[in-house]
């Protein structure tokens, strides 16, 4: 039997237009869409009818993230508390561009981790800000469903497993929208992640 205690859960939010017109989201600001909303309350349902007993539930400030919190929230009678720690990779001018037009730009930002996209910040920044959040956050006595991006998700699954795998603004990570991620500890206190609901995807970043 495994030693493994669950001591957190990545929630991407749900689906927005700017999604599905394949837009690097970074800080733009879209509230969900119908699809989004669906996922929201899909995921909401999963985690109760799992029996997980999240105490807290900790979004990103940006619209997308607080609906899909919220919709969390009211399926398990709980209050939202927002933290720009969980906010996505700030792209500057890439925001709202094409992913695929763009995709050797946003390339050379991650094989460039010190490079700043003009009126964004370098991804050094985003793992530092990352590792900050969680480092502090995950050391909490109570469970707690943080609702993020896929950015985000990319590189706290990069910081733990030790190895940058993912790509955090590109395309989809280990999940789709609406899915979420399992950080796990064990008695040594090693961490790990897995995918506890959602369809998982290869690993790329996009947020």
């Known amino acids: 039997m495994s030693d493994k ?18 837009q690097f989201r970074s800080r733009l600001d879209p509230p969900l869409n119908a699809k989004g909303i669906q996922q929201a309350e899909i995921i909401a349902e999963a985690i109760v009818n799992s029996g997980l007993k999240i105490e807290k539930i900790i979004v990103s400030p940006l619209l997308r993230a607080v609906q899909t919190g919220e919709i969390l929230a009211e399926y398990l009678g709980l209050e939202i508390e927002q933290d720009r720690g969980l906010i996505s990779w700030s792209l500057g001018f890439l925001g709202g561009k094409d992913r695929d037009e763009y995709d050797e730009l946003l390339k050379y930002y991650i094989d460039h981790p010190k490079s700043i996209p003009p009126q964004g910040e370098c991804l050094d920044d985003l793992e530092q800000r990352t590792f900050d959040f969680f480092s502090k956050t995950l050391k ?12 985000n ?9 030790g190895a940058k795998e993912g790509r955090p603004e590109s395309s989809e990570k280990s999940v789709d929208p609406g899915g979420a991620i399992g950080i796990f500890v064990d008695s040594g206190g090693k961490y790990s992640t897995d995918v506890l609901f959602g369809h998982e995807k290869e690993a790329e970043f996009g947020s």
């Open 153 to 161: 998700a990319v590189v706290i699954e990069d910081l733990i497993r």
């Open 140 to 151: 909490g006595d109570k469970l707690t469903a943080y609702i993020t991006h896929n950015s």
């Open 5 to 22: 205690k669950l001591i957190g859960i990545l929630v991407r939010h749900g689906d927005t237009d700017a999604n599905d017109a394949n």
